[in-house]
């Protein structure tokens, strides 16, 4: 009897629901979790543009801000004319880290995407709607606008800023 009674203790014990210790998918974060969220987001932020500036100045080639918080080695990027929703291109590119590793073997490599149905990131689109054919160029990409805080799961880790070696085919 004692054991059936401990044996129910412990089922009844572990059904007991306990309180997330973070909001689930699709919860409601507190005002206190959301300022602590964007308080981590604009000092990471910060720190990432000190750091990728600083990079910059140690380089002997030029790069350029861009209006989306990135950087580009080619000057006036931004005056060549701009592609539309509906043009398609093809284009190529390899991801580094700061150190200039290359983080995957293979080139991503994709032919014929149209511009509004992009599934990429936002600096690779944006730059890519002013290069012109067989025109490369090189991205600094904070983690904000690359992997993020959750990285890719594989090569990318979390919070981590990128290299992208640009080529329009």
């Known amino acids: ?16 629901k306990h309180q997330p210790t973070h909001a689930p998918v699709g919860g409601i974060l507190s005002e206190k979790d ?20 600083e990079w910059i100045k140690n380089q002997d080639e030029a ?21 539309n929703n509906g043009e398609a291109i093809s284009y190529q590119y390899d991801i580094h880290d700061f150190d200039l590793v ?12 149209v511009f509004g149905r992009f599934e990429e990131l936002k600096p690779v689109e944006d730059a890519l709607r002013y290069m012109e054919k067989e025109q490369e160029v090189t991205l600094l990409i904070p983690s904000a606008l690359g992997f993020g805080t959750y990285g890719d799961n594989d090569q990318i880790a979390t919070d981590m800023p990128l290299i992208i070696k640009l080529k329009v085919l």
Not at 1 to 16: A, D
Not at 39 to 53: D, P
């Open 34 to 53: 959301l300022n602590i969220s964007k308080n981590r987001s604009k000092n990471l932020n910060l720190l990432e543009r000190n750091q990728i500036e």
């Open 1 to 16: 009897m004692k054991k059936i009674i401990l044996l129910s203790s412990f089922i009844l014990i572990g059904c007991v």
């Open 102 to 113: 290359k983080l995957y073997e293979a080139s991503v490599q994709k032919k014929e995407v």
């Open 63 to 83: 790069f350029f801000p861009m209006s989306l918080n990135y950087w580009v080695n080619v000057k006036e990027l931004q005056n060549q004319t701009r592609k």
